[in-house]
Antibody
Framework: QVQLQQSGPRLVKPSQTLSLTCAIS??????????WNWIRQSPSRGLEWLGR?????????DYALSVKSRITVNPDTSKNQFSLQLNSVTPDDTAVYYC??????????????WGQGTLVTVSS | QSALTQPPSASGSPGQSVTISCTGT?????????VSWFQQHPGKAPKLMLY???KRPSGVPDRFSGSKSGNTASLTVSGLQAEDEADYYC???????????FGGGTKLTVL
């Protein structure tokens, strides 16, 4: 059974970098039929897919156009986890952030399971 | 790209059936059979209920079914039970750049 455990700061100051980590158990970040995603949820934006990393003989990333200039999703094979970095945050980035596995193909939306969610507040 | 369109609310009595729609365009819902549905109870993470329009993950009751016609996908919950009361979200593959779009969510109330 795959489980995802999120960690990271819950309060970030405006203009700084939001950083979260998602530790994987029961699967490998290098699994070549899965992709590892970050999704956020806020009252104003609803659910919003942010980006993913996946391994298909080499590492790939896909990012939502709305955050493409500010986001990095990286795998860490030594710790079997992946991370989210979102630069230059504003209060509009305040949201619950989730990590999730996607399988059965890229961008199929087969997000299962999800991490427990982390409420990140952007405030000075 | 805009979010997919869902009705904000839906309701039904125990034992009844209710259908929730998810409308997109021919560049997302209408163009691909990669529509998923998620159930979310308050304070919890979303849970995958259907994928590829109508497939159910292991453990999801067959009371949950999916379909698609043109640019609109639908989730039907039959034999409503109290525990089905939750928010439901759809998602769809959105073409280039391997994007995924979500719907705005529908709050299902079991009367």
């Amino acid at each position: 059974q795959v489980q995802l455990q999120q960690s990271g700061p819950r309060l970030v100051k405006p203009s700084q970098t939001l950083s979260l980590t998602c530790a994987i158990s029961g699967d490998s970040v290098s699994n070549n039929i899965a992709a590892w995603n970050w999704i956020r949820q806020s009252p104003s934006r609803g659910l919003e897919w942010l980006g993913r990393t996946y391994y298909r003989s080499k590492w790939y990333n896909d990012y939502a156009l709305s955050v493409k200039s500010r986001i990095t999703v990286n795998p860490d094979t030594s710790k079997n986890q992946f991370s989210l970095q979102l630069n230059s945050v504003t209060p509009d980035d305040t949201a619950v952030y989730y990590c999730s596995r996607e399988e059965g193909g890229i961008a199929t939306g087969t997000f299962d399971p999800w991490g427990q969610g982390t409420l990140v507040t952007v405030s000075s | 790209q805009s979010a997919l369109t869902q009705p904000p609310s839906a309701s039904g009595s125990p034992g009844q059936s209710v259908t929730i729609s998810c409308t997109g365009t021919n560049r997302d819902v209408g163009g691909y059979d990669y529509v998923s549905w998620f159930q979310q109870h308050p304070g919890k993470a979303p849970k995958l209920m259907l994928y590829e329009v109508r497939k159910r993950p292991s453990g999801v009751p067959d009371r949950f079914s999916g379909s698609k016609s043109g640019n609109t996908a639908s989730l039907t919950v039959s034999g409503l039970q109290a525990e089905d009361e939750a928010d439901y979200y759809c998602s769809s593959y959105a073409g280039s750049y391997n994007l995924v779009l979500f719907g705005g969510g529908t709050k299902l109330t079991v009367l």
